[in-house]
C-alpha cells in the first residue's frame, strides 16, 4: 500500500506549472499592446569643457578621450535629430581639447554632415588639419563636404590640391589633383575656374600632367562662351535655345567647340550648355 502511494503523480507541481505558463502567456500578450517609449540615448548633455578637465583630473588629454569615447559608444540609430547637435557639441570640445585625436574626427565625418551638423564637422576637420600637418585625410574630408553638402567648388577644389600635397606618393598626388581640377567643372564662374586650372598648369611639375590641365582650362573657356551665346540668344528671341545647333545658325558662335575629352557639349533641359556628363537624368 505504501509502495502504491509512493508512485503517485505529483499534481501540485504540474498545476503551478500550468498556472505560471499561463500567467506568462498573458503578460506577454499585454505587453504586445503597449507602445514602449524610446529608449534615451546615451548622449543627452554636453558638459562645459572646465567640468570635463576637472572631472579628468586637469588631464585635457584624458577629457577629450573620455568625450571621444562617449561619441563612439552613443546607439545613433536611437537619437531623435535634435541630439545629433549635442553630439557636435561634444566632439567639438574634444577636438579643442586635443585637435589632433584621430578617431574624434574620424567619428564626426561618418556621422555628424549626414544628420545635418555641417559647421561642427568643418571645425573637427579644420582644427585636425593644423594639428595633424601630415595627415592628408582632414583636408580632403573637409574638401568632400565643402562640395557635397555646402556646393562651394573653388573651397573644396582649393582644400583638395592641400590635402593632396600631403601625400607621400607623386601619382596619387596627381589623381588627387586632377579630381581638384575636375570638381571646377561645376562652377558657375567658368572663367575664374579655368584661371585656377591655368594656375595648376603652371605649377605642375610634369608636363604631360601640365598640358592635360591646359585642356581642362581650355574646355571650361568654351562652355563658358557657349554660356554666354546661350544668353544672348534667349535674351534675342525670348526663348532660351533648345540645341547647339541653334546658337550655330544665329552666328553667335563661328563653330561648335571640340571637347579634348571626348564627352562633348550639349543644352540640358533649361537651354544651358554644359558638359554631357553633367545633363540631368
Same mark, same amino acid.
Do not use: C
Given at each position: 500500500?505504501?509502495?502504491?502511494?509512493?508512485?503517485?503523480?505529483?499534481? %501540485?507541481?504540474?498545476?503551478?506549472?500550468? +498556472?505560471? !505558463?499561463?500567467?506568462? $502567456? @498573458?503578460? #506577454?500578450? &499585454?505587453? =504586445?499592446?503597449?507602445?514602449?517609449?524610446?529608449?534615451?540615448?546615451?548622449?543627452?548633455?554636453?558638459?562645459?569643457?572646465?567640468?570635463?578637465?576637472?572631472?579628468?583630473?586637469?588631464?585635457?588629454?584624458?577629457?577629450?578621450?573620455?568625450?571621444?569615447?562617449?561619441?563612439?559608444?552613443?546607439?545613433?540609430?536611437?537619437?531623435?535629430?535634435?541630439?545629433?547637435?549635442?553630439?557636435?557639441?561634444?566632439?567639438?570640445?574634444?577636438?579643442?581639447?586635443?585637435?589632433?585625436?584621430?578617431?574624434?574626427?574620424?567619428?564626426?565625418?561618418?556621422?555628424?554632415?549626414?544628420?545635418?551638423?555641417?559647421?561642427?564637422?568643418?571645425?573637427?576637420?579644420?582644427?585636425?588639419?593644423?594639428?595633424?600637418?601630415?595627415?592628408?585625410?582632414?583636408?580632403?574630408?573637409?574638401?568632400?563636404? %565643402?562640395?557635397?553638402?555646402?556646393?562651394? +567648388?573653388? !573651397?573644396?577644389?582649393? $582644400? @583638395?590640391? #592641400?590635402? &593632396?600635397? =600631403?601625400?607621400?606618393?607623386?601619382?596619387?598626388?596627381?589623381?588627387?589633383?586632377?579630381?581638384?581640377?575636375?570638381?571646377?567643372?561645376?562652377?558657375?564662374?567658368?572663367?575664374?575656374?579655368?584661371?585656377?586650372?591655368?594656375?595648376?598648369?603652371?605649377?605642375?611639375?610634369?608636363?604631360?600632367?601640365?598640358?592635360?590641365?591646359?585642356?581642362?582650362?581650355?574646355?571650361?573657356?568654351?562652355?563658358?562662351?557657349?554660356?554666354?551665346?546661350?544668353?544672348?540668344?534667349?535674351?534675342?528671341?525670348?526663348?532660351?535655345?533648345?540645341?547647339?545647333?541653334?546658337?550655330?545658325?544665329?552666328?553667335?558662335?563661328?563653330?561648335?567647340?571640340?571637347?579634348?575629352?571626348?564627352?562633348?557639349?550639349?543644352?540640358?533641359?533649361?537651354?544651358?550648355?554644359?558638359?554631357?556628363?553633367?545633363?540631368?537624368?
Amino acid at each position: 500500500m505504501k509502495a502504491g502511494m509512493g508512485r503517485r503523480f505529483p499534481i %501540485l507541481p504540474l498545476l503551478v506549472l500550468i +498556472v505560471g !505558463g499561463l500567467i506568462f $502567456w @498573458l503578460g #506577454q500578450s &499585454a505587453l =504586445k499592446s503597449i507602445k514602449r517609449s524610446r529608449p534615451n540615448a546615451e548622449i543627452e548633455v554636453a558638459l562645459p569643457i572646465f567640468v570635463q578637465v576637472t572631472l579628468a583630473g586637469g588631464d585635457r588629454y584624458l577629457a577629450a578621450n573620455w568625450s571621444v569615447i562617449r561619441a563612439l559608444v552613443t546607439e545613433t540609430s536611437r537619437m531623435a535629430p535634435e541630439e545629433y547637435h549635442v553630439l557636435g557639441q561634444v566632439q567639438k570640445d574634444a577636438s579643442w581639447l586635443n585637435p589632433a585625436h584621430e578617431d574624434n574626427y574620424y567619428i564626426a565625418t561618418a556621422i555628424l554632415p549626414w544628420e545635418g551638423q555641417v559647421e561642427p564637422t568643418q571645425l573637427i576637420l579644420r582644427r585636425a588639419t593644423f594639428a595633424r600637418f601630415f595627415d592628408y585625410q582632414p583636408p580632403f574630408y573637409y574638401a568632400f563636404n %565643402l562640395v557635397h553638402f555646402m556646393g562651394d +567648388v573653388f !573651397g573644396a577644389s582649393e $582644400w @583638395l590640391r #592641400q590635402a &593632396a600635397g =600631403k601625400l607621400p606618393d607623386p601619382d596619387e598626388r596627381l589623381t588627387m589633383e586632377s579630381l581638384a581640377a575636375s570638381w571646377l567643372d561645376r562652377s558657375k564662374d567658368l572663367d575664374m575656374a579655368a584661371r585656377i586650372v591655368d594656375a595648376m598648369a603652371a605649377q605642375a611639375k610634369r608636363k604631360d600632367f601640365a598640358d592635360y590641365l591646359r585642356q581642362r582650362s581650355q574646355r571650361l573657356r568654351d562652355l563658358a562662351a557657349l554660356r554666354r551665346a546661350a544668353k544672348s540668344y534667349s535674351e534675342q528671341r525670348g526663348s532660351p535655345p533648345r540645341s547647339l545647333q541653334d546658337l550655330l545658325n544665329s552666328g553667335l558662335i563661328d563653330k561648335l567647340p571640340v571637347d579634348p575629352f571626348g564627352a562633348g557639349f550639349a543644352i540640358d533641359a533649361d537651354g544651358q550648355p554644359v558638359f554631357i556628363s553633367r545633363l540631368r537624368k
